[in-house]
Nanobody
Framework: QLQLVESGGGLVQPGGSLRLSCAASGFTLDYYAIGWFRQAPGKEREGVSCISRSGINTAYTDSGKGRFTVSRDNAKNTVYLQMNNMRPEDTAVYYC?????????????????????WGQGTQVTVSS
């Protein structure tokens, strides 16, 4: 069974940090670009970041630029999203998703339709 499982969410104070993990089972992430998305209550799911298969290229939307860092460890079949200097508006359910893509150097930031496999999400709450 092909699965993506996010972990690392929780409650954090404004200015704090969290590191989310996205672990794959049943398939290898070597052939997939990974996207991070989030969905706040009453809002559409939006892209946050993505990382290419090789990890060479990453991309961020304005909401995370300068504060979030995406990385991957293909040996562990896991992708990470480090979130620093967090804000209340970062509160959302965060999802990782996998895009089977031929190029090792590309990822499609925020293009939900590209991503065929999705995790169940992990809740992130930023509040004092």
């Amino acid at each position: 069974q092909l699965q993506l499982v996010e972990s690392g969410g929780g409650l954090v104070q404004p200015g704090g940090s969290l590191r989310l993990s996205c672990a794959a089972s049943g398939f290898t992430l070597d052939y997939y670009a990974i996207g991070w998305f989030r969905q706040a209550p009453g809002k559409e799911r939006e892209g946050v970041s993505c990382i290419s298969r090789s990890g060479i290229n990453t991309a961020y939307t304005d909401s995370g630029k300068g504060r979030f860092t995406v990385s991957r460890d293909n040996a562990k079949n896991t992708v990470y999203l480090q979130m620093n200097n967090m804000r209340p508006e970062d509160t959302a359910v965060y999802y990782c998703a996998a895009d089977w893509i031929s190029s090792p150097a590309m990822c499609m930031l925020g293009v939900k339709g590209r991503y065929g496999y999705w995790g169940q999400g992990t809740q992130v709450t930023v509040s004092s």
